[in-house]
């Protein structure tokens, strides 16, 4: 359950990105690269709690953010929490990145 939640967040922000035929060859690969590279770093990611909520905060390697996901029940949380729960596992200045959900 909690590596597909990371793997539907990773598929949902690739394909905001473009997919399909319209893609390269290179870019084919290079997606196919990006996929592999969360899904190596959700392997290892780490749990933190912010206020009472468990998120575990994936790291993929040469890049300048982190996966972050709601661990248990569903419940409400801000982009101030997920925020938080990066820079309680990586020490960096954490800011949400709303991607595709601008469009929502």
């Known amino acids: 359950m909690k590596k597909s939640v990371f793997s539907i967040l990773t598929a949902l922000t690739l394909a905001g990105c473009g997919s399909g035929p319209s893609l390269t060859p290179e870019q084919r690969t290079a997606q196919d690269?990006?996929?592999?590279?969360?899904?190596?770093?959700?392997?290892?990611?780490?749990?933190?709690?912010v206020d009472g909520k468990t998120f575990r905060v994936a790291l993929p390697e040469g890049t300048a953010f982190a996966l972050v996901a709601l661990v248990g029940t569903p419940t409400p949380y801000t982009g101030a929490n997920l925020e938080t729960a990066a820079r309680n596992v990586t020490g960096c200045k954490a800011t949400f990145g709303a991607g595709v959900l601008v469009f929502i």
Do not use: H, L, M, P
């Open 33 to 49: 690269a990006a996929f592999a590279r969360n899904e190596k770093a959700v392997e290892s990611a780490t749990q933190t709690t």
